[in-house]
């Protein structure tokens, strides 16, 4: 269906549709590569580590549809993840009849609630008063967790059961686990991927090319960041809920503001705006926190995360898919 | 509705338009009438009002004090995105292009808001698709029509202009506020700028900003001068131009011109 629509419908200049089909296929291509990466990979590194960074890679996506895609920067990603955690540990733990996608569920609708919440409050503000706004949501929700009884206050929620899925598959071992995992990290990939070339990515796209004219061709800019922004906490609240399934807790450290700038890291890191980039600064962010924590300078991750934080923002600012990709546009197109 | 109220009265007017920013008074009184099918022109020196005068108009600045009726309807209370989808589409001083969209993407994304599919995030690219022709038309009519797969980006200063005027042709608005259309063009651009407002003026109305008098004199039906934030004469071109009023407003550049001449 696709190829004849492309067909009929444009009549550019052939070369250039060539052209287009040519890289769309290599993308697949690569997409399909990546998949097959992701499927072989519990054989050769531990799962519970893959699993740590398929949730924060998800986190981080879901954070870069915002910054990369909306131009908006949140500094209070921390609560959503948080409370897609708190909310299913909390229902798994309480309710043993519940199935873990249940719990998921729930976490996640609860999470995009508190996102279309916080949105309404924040949308209209700009620039660092939009960040400014969130962070200070995002306190007010962290002293919501502390306080609370159903979170388990300072000790956090622990124990929670991972169960069957569905009923009747048994995911308490890692192996399956993973699988699941990385089926919701594929399922919220592609979300994203769908959302930025939508028709509703195209206008997003223009908002944050030129906002006031998008305005003046009759956008109602502020809905359209709304929208990004439910999105947005709704696919942080499911990496959230993911995580506490895969760990079996939720604690204070996912609602920490922390939390919310060590994802805008990652973003950073890998490439603000690329598909790609927040897999990539994930990974890399938490795979340095693991070897970092079993060295010597255990002590100094927070230092040596800074360190290159500031090397990026410094020398490589479109991160390192971002770099990458103007590499691969220079040398061999 | 439109065609018996269109000969009524003017398509756009503003009462006491008022715009104060902390005691500085920028627009004052003023009480403007912009017929249908008229080129009208706001000239004025610099400083006079006429981009804020824009800003209140499209309410991209809230007034603060007065009225603006567009077709008879009062729209003081309208949103910026609400007055654009009545059919009252502004440009901008600098191009507001959107830099990288590609030329087509840039028209499509005016043409995609009909759709009301804009809010669909789930739905692939492809059902813009049918917007492209359209599309191409559009850039066609503005001459732009190689430059489809461009980015915007890499568009010389004078196309992405003409680009801006084939994305507000895009939503076919029955009023264009065009604000310094030909701004920091070379002879060359402006001539074309001017060939293709003329062209696409045809049965619509257009209110312009500008300082380039020949241009004005070239294309615009009516002139309104504005001066420290107020009218300060209105007519035809000739009668503007030999108002003693306007001369002495303008006399910098006048005085400097008889001086050479």
Same mark, same amino acid.
């Given at each position: 269906?696709?190829?004849?629509?492309?067909?009929?419908?444009?009549?550019?200049?052939?070369?250039?549709?060539?052209?287009?089909?040519?890289?769309?296929?290599?993308?697949?291509?690569?997409?399909?590569?990546?998949?097959?990466?992701? &499927?072989?990979?519990?054989?050769?590194?531990?799962?519970?580590?893959?699993?740590?960074?398929?949730?924060?890679?998800?986190?981080?996506?879901?954070?870069?549809?915002?910054?990369?895609?909306?131009?908006?920067?949140?500094?209070?990603?921390?609560?959503?993840?948080?409370?897609? =955690?708190?909310?299913?540990?909390?229902?798994?733990?309480?309710?043993?009849?519940?199935?873990?996608?249940?719990?998921?569920?729930?976490?996640?609708?609860?999470?995009?609630?508190?996102?279309?919440?916080?949105?309404?409050?924040?949308?209209?503000?700009?620039?660092?008063?939009?960040?400014?706004?969130?962070?200070?949501?995002?306190?007010?929700?962290?002293? $919501?967790?502390?306080?609370?009884?159903?979170?388990?206050?300072?000790?956090? &929620?622990?124990?929670?059961?991972?169960?069957?899925?569905? =009923? $009747?598959?048994?995911?308490?071992?890692?192996?399956?686990?993973?699988?699941?995992?990385?089926?919701?990290?594929?399922?919220?990939?592609?979300?994203?991927?769908?959302?930025?070339?939508?028709?509703?990515?195209?206008?997003?796209?223009?908002?944050?090319?030129?906002?006031?004219?998008?305005?003046?061709?009759?956008?109602?800019?502020?809905?359209?960041?709304?929208?990004?922004?439910?999105?947005?906490?709704?696919?942080?609240?499911?990496?959230?809920?993911?995580?506490?399934?895969?760990?079996?807790?939720?604690?204070?450290?996912?609602?920490?503001?922390?939390?919310?700038?060590?994802?805008?890291?990652?973003?950073?890191?890998? =490439?603000?705006?690329?598909?790609?980039?927040?897999?990539?600064?994930?990974?890399?962010?938490?795979?340095?926190?693991?070897?970092?924590?079993?060295?010597?300078?255990?002590?100094?991750?927070? $230092?040596?995360? =800074?360190?290159?934080?500031?090397?990026?923002?410094?020398?490589?600012?479109?991160?390192?898919?971002?770099?990458?990709?103007?590499?691969?546009?220079?040398?061999?197109? | 509705?439109?065609?018996?109220?269109?000969?009524?009265?003017?398509?756009?007017?503003?009462?006491?338009?008022?715009?104060?920013?902390?005691?500085?008074?920028? %627009?004052?009184?003023v009480n403007l009438q912009v017929q249908e099918g008229h080129i009208h022109a706001l000239i004025g020196p610099n400083g006079a009002g006429k981009t804020t005068v824009f800003n209140l108009l499209t309410k991209f600045l809230p007034p603060t004090r007065g009225e603006i009726l @567009?077709?008879?309807?009062?729209?003081?209370?309208?949103?910026?995105?609400?007055?654009?989808?009545?059919?009252?589409?502004?440009?901008?001083?600098?191009?507001? %292009?959107?830099?990288?969209?590609?030329?087509?993407?840039?028209?499509?994304?005016?043409?995609?808001?009909?759709?009301?599919?804009?809010? *669909?995030?789930?739905?692939?690219?492809?059902?813009?698709? *049918?917007?492209? /022709?359209?599309?191409? +038309?559009?850039?066609?009519?503005?001459?732009?029509?190689? @430059?489809?797969?461009?980015?915007?980006?890499?568009?010389?200063?004078?196309?992405?202009?003409?680009? #801006?005027?084939?994305?507000?042709?895009?939503? /076919?608005?029955?009023?264009?506020?065009?604000?310094?259309?030909?701004?920091?063009?070379? +002879? #060359?651009?402006?001539?074309?700028?001017?060939?293709?407002?003329?062209?696409?003026?045809?049965?619509?109305? %257009?209110?312009?900003?500008?300082?380039?008098?020949?241009?004005?004199?070239?294309?615009?039906?009516?002139?309104?001068?504005?001066?420290?934030?107020?009218?300060?004469?209105?007519? /035809? @071109?000739?009668?503007?131009?030999?108002?003693?009023?306007?001369?002495?407003?303008?006399?910098?550049?006048?005085?400097? #011109?008889?001086?050479?001449?």
């Open positions: 269906m696709a190829t004849s629509h492309t067909t009929e419908a444009v009549n550019l200049p052939s070369a250039v549709q060539e052209r287009q089909r040519r890289a769309k296929f290599r993308r697949n291509m690569f997409y399909l590569a990546l998949l097959a990466v992701g &499927l072989v990979a519990p054989f050769v590194a531990y799962p519970v580590f893959l699993m740590k960074i398929l949730c924060f890679a998800l986190f981080a996506c879901a954070f870069n549809l915002l910054l990369g895609y909306a131009g908006l920067l949140s500094f209070g990603h921390a609560a959503f993840l948080a409370t897609g =955690g708190y909310v299913t540990g909390y229902l798994l733990a309480s309710y043993p009849g519940l199935t873990p996608e249940l719990g998921i569920l729930a976490g996640t609708a609860m999470a995009t609630l508190l996102g279309a919440l916080f949105g309404v409050l924040s949308i209209r503000r700009q620039g660092i008063y939009f960040a400014m706004v969130t962070l200070a949501l995002a306190q007010l929700m962290f002293f $919501v967790f502390v306080q609370s009884s159903f979170t388990g206050g300072e000790d956090g &929620l622990h124990g929670v059961p991972r169960g069957s899925l569905f =009923g $009747v598959i048994d995911i308490s071992s890692n192996l399956a686990m993973y699988y699941f995992v990385f089926a919701v990290f594929v399922f919220g990939f592609a979300v994203i991927q769908r959302t930025v070339h939508s028709p509703f990515g195209q206008v997003l796209k223009a908002i944050r090319e030129n906002e006031p004219r998008a305005i003046s061709l009759g956008y109602n800019v502020d809905a359209y960041k709304l929208l990004a922004f439910v999105l947005s906490a709704a696919l942080a609240g499911l990496a959230g809920s993911t995580k506490t399934v895969v760990f079996q807790l939720a604690s204070l450290t996912d609602a920490h503001w922390h939390m919310s700038g060590e994802v805008i890291l990652m973003t950073l890191l890998g =490439g603000v705006g690329t598909l790609l980039g927040p897999l990539m600064g994930a990974g890399l962010v938490v795979s340095l926190q693991h070897l970092l924590a079993q060295s010597p300078l255990g002590n100094w991750v927070s $230092v040596i995360l =800074g360190i290159i934080f500031v090397v990026c923002v410094l020398s490589f600012r479109s991160g390192i898919i971002g770099e990458l990709s103007k590499m691969y546009r220079k040398n061999f197109k | 509705m439109r065609a018996d109220e269109v000969t009524k009265g003017p398509v756009l007017e503003t009462r006491g338009l008022t715009k104060e920013f902390r005691g500085f008074t920028a %627009v004052d009184n @567009y077709r008879g309807q009062p729209i003081t209370s309208k949103k910026s995105n609400e007055i654009a989808q009545l059919g009252l589409v502004r440009s901008f001083q600098i191009s507001a %292009v959107f830099a990288h969209m590609t030329a087509l993407e840039n028209v499509r994304v005016a043409l995609q808001r009909q759709l009301g599919t804009s809010f *669909h995030f789930w739905k692939s690219e492809k059902s813009l698709d *049918h917007l492209n /022709d359209r599309a191409l +038309a559009l850039l066609e009519e503005v001459g732009l029509r190689e @430059y489809a797969d461009t980015l915007t980006v890499e568009m010389p200063y004078g196309r992405k202009r003409a680009l #801006e005027v084939a994305t507000t042709l895009a939503l /076919d608005p029955s009023m264009m506020l065009l604000d310094e259309p030909t701004q920091g063009m070379g +002879a #060359e651009d402006v001539d074309r700028i001017v060939a293709l407002i003329k062209r696409v003026s045809q049965g619509r109305t %257009v209110l312009m900003v500008e300082h380039n008098l020949s241009v004005v004199s070239r294309l615009c039906d009516r002139i309104t001068v504005l001066a420290r934030g107020a009218v300060l004469a209105e007519g /035809d @071109y000739d009668s503007v131009s030999r108002n003693p009023l306007v001369r002495e407003a303008y006399m910098g550049s006048e005085a400097a #011109e008889e001086a050479s001449a």
